[in-house]
């Protein structure tokens, strides 16, 4: 009788301890990455789970899968790997680009490289994606570019490194993710960037000149866009940053209306005097028409360079200029601080100012935040000279 009673009891003091490691079992298996119970959240109850992980028996069942565990079952593994590559944003070989975006199009192409307008699957938004050859110095540019949060400058949000370009089909007129190019001494810069309308500054002026808009209504049309285009210069001089290229078809329209102030490929530090910059800053760096004679004639310079651009934009934005022949000579002109005598009679104000953007010493010439304050009270001096216009009688 004894006998039977000692084993009863064994064997119900087993079957205590196989419940205890059954529930302990159970609540192992509760805990994942999608869903943690809220009683697991505290530390008390993590380090309470940790003490009863280490105090379990080890077992063999295929069917628990411990979270310290360095060997999981050859098939989940097996069925993890495949559902992984089924995965077009997780495949090892595939580019981000294609993975992350989509409605790929191209906007633009030249020697830069490219220029595509792309749908953020994640975001639902469309981007511009910029594609150029991956350099060093062009890493640090767009790093420092990434500190700039301007209304009157496209936003870049992002940035990657490829070994492959993404091309597009030029006879299709179509994109295709096969057409990637790969070459393991070349490197790839991809920067995101934020999409504005396809119309540049260049379209604008071009409209105008074709029209026949009163220069007094073009001279108030004019003046919100340089007003805008002055206020990102000022901010990217802010940052200690020279642009180099300003020029018409690098200003464009964000689709909130504002004017944008875009590639900045030709970007560089100011304060950056290590060997490499200054020989740079010695060669002739920018679009020829619009750089100052300084970077012309291969000096050294400093962000002046972009307040002699800005006002040769100032002069193209006010004035009717042909496309042909008689554009370049009125533009050399101006670069000599010569402009139209009709012009100074038409515009009287923004002639002063524009000369000051063009004098030949850069010093002479003013500072876009001194700038900026002259375009502000320029409202105001206009119209005191047009009220005596406005009240004479017949």
Known sequence: MEAKQSAAQLAWSALQEQSDWDSKVSLRSAV????????????SSLESLEASSQS?????????????????????????????????????????????FDSIECLAKGGFGHVYKARDKLMDKFYAVKIVRSKEKALRE?????????CNIVR???????????????????YSTSQSTSNSSRKYLYIKME?????????????????????????????????????????????????RDLKP??????????????????????????AENQTERTNKTGTKSYMAPEQRSKKMYDRKVDIFALGLIYFELLWNLSTGHERGVILNNARRQTLPEEFSLKFPEENQIIMSMLCEKPEDRPEASTLKAELEKLPQTLNAQNMPQENVTV
């Not at 078809?249 to 290590?274: C, W």
Request: proline share 4%.
């Open 195 to 243: 999409l504005c309308e396809s119309k540049t500054l260049k379209d604008w002026i071009n409209e105008k000149n074709k029209g026949t808009l009163q220069e007094s209504e073009r001279g108030k049309e004019s003046l919100p866009i340089v007003q805008q285009i002055v206020s990102g210069v000022e901010c990217i001089h802010s940052h200690k940053l020279i642009h």
């Open 56 to 100: 379990m028996p080890t077992g063999t069942s295929d069917s628990v899968v411990f979270t310290d565990s360095s060997n999981p079952s050859k098939e989940k593994d097996a069925d993890t790997n495949k559902n992984m590559e089924n995965r077009p944003t997780e495949t090892r070989n595939q580019s981000r680009f294609t993975s992350d």
């Open 249 to 274: 078809p690098n200003i464009m329209f964000g689709r909130d209306g504002k004017v944008k102030i875009g590639d900045f490929g030709l970007v560089t530090a100011e304060a950056d005097d290590d």
């Open 32 to 43: 994942s990455v999608d869903s943690v119970p809220t009683q697991l959240s505290t530390p």
């Open 142 to 150: 767009v790093g420092a570019l990434e500190e700039i949060l301007h």
């Open 156 to 174: 870049y949000y992002t940035c990657w490194v490829e070994d492959s370009e993404y091309q597009w089909d030029i006879t299709t007129d179509s």
